[in-house]
């Protein structure tokens, strides 16, 4: 099984969330990209787009389905990750570096506290 960083938060969805200052950094987890295979197109929201956590926010397209991808938490988008358009494939080699998706500014800062810890993660991945 994947380790998955102690630094990140998680979601059911197999999503990630970083701090990055004030912004939170966000893209999927290895586990999820596992279960994809090659990405070939990411869709994303546009910068000042406001998201709604459990709510869709864009699309990733792999060789094998299109599967939606779920806020974490509500936010304006403040910025996107517009290399992903001529390069999906940073999401294989680097989910959690060069393949983040999105970075937004929480309106609700206590959304965060609900997502799991790295290790709580782990332990959901495992009941799948």
């Known amino acids: 099984m994947s380790t998955f960083p102690q630094n990140l938060r998680y979601t059911n969805d197999h999503e990630w969330l970083e701090a990055k200052g004030t912004a939170w950094r966000v893209g999927i987890t290895q586990f999820a990209v596992d279960q994809l295979g090659d990405i070939t197109l990411v869709d994303l929201p546009k910068e000042g787009d406001l998201v709604t956590k459990g709510q869709r926010f ?14 974490p938490v509500s936010g304006h988008v403040t910025a996107v990750n517009a290399g992903l358009k001529d390069a999906p494939e940073d999401v294989n080699g680097e989910p959690y570096g060069k393949g983040w998706m999105i970075e937004l500014e929480p ?17 959901h991945v495992a009941a799948q």
Do not use: P
Request: aromatic share 6%; no cysteine; charged share 35%.
């Open 58 to 71: 864009g699309t990733v397209e792999s060789v094998k389905s299109v599967s939606d991808l779920y806020a």
């Open 107 to 123: 309106t609700e800062k206590a959304e965060i506290d609900e997502l799991m810890s790295a290790e709580d993660y782990v332990k």
